[in-house]
């Protein structure tokens, strides 16, 4: 006889578990977003937000060093509006690919600091994955220079193709990058001004060396080498030739290019460079310059937070544009602009409340607030000026921001910058020379723009 | 017609139905697993395919197919050319040195050595750990002022100091110490296991026939591993190419390309230039290649049995 079985719970579970899956798969879209005013939050914006009880938005950042400056800035908020921000930090170099990987899964959050250049924004803008905020916050962008409004702005003829043009990112900071050097170093090996000059700076180098100073250290392993490269592209190029080299319509051999080049195959020359600087990253060439192992750095705004959070005591430096060489027949321009960008969702459904803490984070007490705890310089063009106590390397660093250029422009192809960053990992230990290196950019170059043909 | 079978034929028609009805039913309990399978391995492949052939950037969803044009790129790439013999390097490097070194020491473990229950556990914590921390760990033992330059220094062999991450010399082999001293557990555990598998009858008779050690390891030990070793084998040459974790934490591929790796030209190209077509590409020629390594190695392993 066949034993009868009970019926197949079991079965039945199975089954409601895969539809449960299969409903999950298939949820709703989101819903249309309403319109916002913009500007700070009102008594009667106030009013009305907190009748919108549990009103949260998701506010995402890599800023492992702003984490809690950025949460009570979010509870000062929901003291004042009722809307709860619920501050997320997801730290480290894979920031980016989780923004990418929430894009394709239109899962990001309704706001975030965004981590990648121009470029990589448009991408996103292509996708309509986040807003266009120039239109709708007009006012507020008035509170920042206008050259680093332009850092994340897409205009007719863009080199991105972007076609929905606008404005798609508030900054929250700014920065630039420029050389630190150590006062007390600099003293012993008898240097008593920052060098003006790209042969100053060589000198420089020949009498930390000879008093037993390391001389430089910065992250030549990682991606350090554009930024350190671009003054001297400006320098020696010229903007306009830059660009028209950058994009094939010059060749790049014969450009004056390798001169740029050169300057690192001078630092090697003169022994600039702390041992293991080939695969060297930021970190620890500041880790080296804290401790006072190496004399100068090349560094961005930023590092003056983090020799803080190193060693507070260590306040001793200062800042020097990179200098020009006097063969170089262009001014010495510097990559800076939008520190941390902020970025909203287009499919946030709570977009009165993101623009809001938009509004709210770039206000002249918040971002006087940010200044003072973070080190970093505020984009708000009221709260950079009203700085009276700051430091002589963060006034100098914002000096800087004259000299940041707006655009470098771009090869077709990234493979160019990735053969110029391992060629110049190789100069710098003397395993290559500038007209190798850029034989192999332009042969990258060269297969791109026929790739692209 | 046999009559026995008449008055029962209904009944056995209803059963087998009913039989063959819960078989299919049964299938049922498979389909979760399946579903598992189908969405996290055979979608991720078949849309590597799809991708390869087109000029994807990874957020677009609207992408344009561009033929064989990525697999010419990739094929004709000296440099992802470089990434496969580096790779290959790690594969021989470790093959030869890892693999000899976990046989002998899951050879002393399988000998009731004291405190072998300990050693097997302490072989075995490397491959736990996760490939990130292990590459910063040996990152800092290889730094400059590490504990490596400073243990030759105290050694009295100052001269042999090195940037050993940092030059084109010893990057390469750097990198390949730091991977298979977290790989050489994996194997030593695949090889104790093995020895554990040879009946202890047959060393008895070879030292009843006067057998020595060394030939009850020549004679018994080593060809009752050879499927092992086929596996041991196959898992640490897919290993060793498919390296990422360490370069990333300590080189990211440089000096230059030296220690530039297949996994890492993958990823820069999907994240860092964001054209998944030419990442797909590289991934589907990679694995194809991996593939053919596998079946030769098999091929090889059954011809000797």
Redesign the interface.
Known sequence: M?ERRKP?W??LL??A??LA?AAGCASGQNESASQNNGGSPSPSDRTDSQKKTGEKIVFWHYLNDRHDLLVGMANDFKSQTGIEVDVQLFGGDGF??KI?AS??TNSLPDLMTYFGGAG?LA??I??K?VMELGGKMGDTFKKFPESVVKAYSYREGNPFNVKDYGTYAVPMDTNNMQFIYNKDLFAQAGITEPPQTWEQLLQAVDKLNAAGITPFATGI??WVIGPMAAPYEFAYLGEEKLIRVKEGKEPLIGSGYENVLKIFEDLYKHKAF???????DLP?AEQMFVNGEVAMIFDGSWAIGVFNQMDPNFQHYDVFMPPKPADAAHEVKITGGIGVPLVVSQKTKHQDAVLKFVDYLVAKEQQQKYAEKSFNLPANMEAAKSEGEMSSALRNFSLGMQHVYESAGIYP???VD?AMQ??V??IV?G??TPDKVLKQMDEALQ?ALK?KK | MNPISLPNAPIVKR?SR?LACRRY?NL??V??AL?LFGVFSLFPIVKTVQYSFTDA?????NFHYVGL?NYR?ALTDSQWWQAVGNGGVFALLSLIFMNSIALLLSVAVNANIRGNQIYRVVFYIPPILSGIVVGYVWKWIY??KGILNAFLQGIGLGGYTH?W????DT?LYAVAVSSMWQGVGGSFILFLAGLQGIPKEWYEAAEIDGANRLQKLRYITVPSLRSVYTMVNILTILGALGIFNQVYA????????TTEVPALRIY?EA????DFGMSSAFSIVFGVMLFILSLIQLKLSRNKE
């Open positions: 066949i197949g079991l079965s199975v089954l578990l895969i899956i980016k690919q990418i894009a394709q990589d991408k996103l292509e996708t994955s392993g990682s702390a041992e293991g600087i080939a695969t060297m620890k192809s990234p493979n990735t391992k060629g990992q190789l230990i395993q290559s297969k790739e | 059963k009913k039913f049922l309990y389909l979760p579903a950037n990874g957020i677009n969803p044009a790129s730094d400059p940037a991450i940092g030059s084109t990057a300590m080189t990211m591929g440089g000096p230059g390309y820069r994240f860092t230039n964001s």
